[in-house]
């Protein structure tokens, strides 16, 4: 079984609007693919001028993790750059962990 965690850092500014795409299009999509053991977790802030989140969910396998980082995460981030979130190309910085568990 694998754990798939993406970290996306955010302005401040942008909280309400990248909790509602959160919400509205990944978590979303999460529950449609069956994902039902999904979480979306608030990191400390390390820095005053950024907000980080991770959305983490199991997968069966690698091989079905690297599919969603490279296909279905593209297509939800550019989601967030169209109506009715709008978010400025390159807003989201984000980065995804694949890893297996083993307990």
Known sequence: MI???TTFCISPAHDT?????????YIRALDEC???DRKMLK???AEKDS????????LPD???????????LPDLLAQA???????????ILH???IMEIVE
């Open 62 to 72: 690698a091989t079905n993790a690297e599919k969603w980082t490279a296909a279905a």
């Open 95 to 97: 980065f995804s962990t």
């Open 34 to 36: 069956g994902f039902t």
């Open 81 to 91: 750059s169209a109506k009715p979130y709008n978010f400025p190309p390159d807003t």
């Open 3 to 5: 754990l798939l965690n």
């Open 43 to 45: 990191l400390p802030a």
């Open 51 to 58: 907000l980080c989140y991770a959305i983490q969910f199991s």
């Open 17 to 25: 609007l990248f909790r509602s795409w959160a919400k509205d299009v």
